[in-house]
């Protein structure tokens, strides 16, 4: 069965402090993608990253990098120096002829 | 470029009753997907449609039906609504059929609350 967990349901960090989200996911595709997308209280989903099963080649992006493994099936994401902006729901998602989301985890950046 | 619009954005209705939520794509995107997004959970993929045909369907009853048109724009109908179809829908617009590597963009939703 195809399946996203995101254990962690809501975190708190204070600015500055770095945070990473987990994702662990489930899947008999060998072919397949990863996203991670952020949900701000305005509603709409905005897209991070994305990752295919074939490039496990961790990377950084400004304040964002991620962290996939295939042997342990996570799909890490890590937002460095924390900002208050940085406070919203982060979804973890997996694509194969469908898409499934994690629960999410929320995330709260403290001033 | 103008983004993803929804409407409307709140509606209460009454179970029984039907609804039809309606979405603008993104500029230059052809392939529209909607989602259910109860209190607290991530969004459930419900369909999607390219090229005014569906071509992609999650595990939802065939109450939920869908309709694109040849602007791109969409329409979610759900009839004879039920209290757990309380939700907030969610569009997205992408280029291309289906593909896993597809980015989305998203709309705001529509939130449904039904009685």
């Known amino acids: 069965a195809q399946k996203v967990t995101q254990a962690q349901t809501e975190i708190s960090v204070v600015e500055k402090e770095d945070v990473t989200l987990d994702c662990v996911y489930e899947?008999?595709?060998?072919?397949?993608?990863l996203f991670w997308y952020k949900q701000p209280p305005s509603g709409e989903l905005v897209f991070l990253i994305r990752?295919?099963?074939?490039?496990?080649q961790n990377e950084i992006s400004g304040r964002y990098s991620w962290n996939f493994q295939k042997s342990t099936s996570s799909f890490n994401f890590t937002i460095t120096a924390s900002q208050v902006v940085d406070s919203a729901v982060y979804f973890c998602a997996l694509t194969y002829d469908k898409i499934i989301f994690g629960k999410g985890t929320r995330l709260h950046i403290l001033p | 470029e103008t983004g993803v619009t929804q409407s409307p954005t709140h509606l209460i209705k009454t179970r029984g009753q039907q609804v039809t939520l309606r979405c603008s794509s993104q500029s230059g995107h052809n392939t529209v997907s909607w989602y259910q997004q109860a209190l607290g959970q991530g969004p459930q993929f419900i369909f999607q449609y390219y090229r005014e045909e569906e071509n992609g369907r999650g595990n939802f009853p065939p109450r939920f039906s869908g309709l694109q048109f040849p602007n791109y724009s969409s329409e979610l109908n759900v009839n004879a609504l039920e209290l757990d179809d309380s939700a907030l829908y969610l569009c997205?617009?992408?280029?291309?059929?289906?593909?896993?590597?597809?980015?989305?963009?998203f709309g705001a939703g529509s939130r449904l609350t039904v009685l």
């Open positions: 990752r295919n099963s074939f490039d496990e």
């Open positions: 997205a617009s992408s280029t291309g059929s289906y593909s896993g590597a597809n980015v989305l963009t």
């Open positions: 899947t008999r595709d060998t072919t397949y993608y």
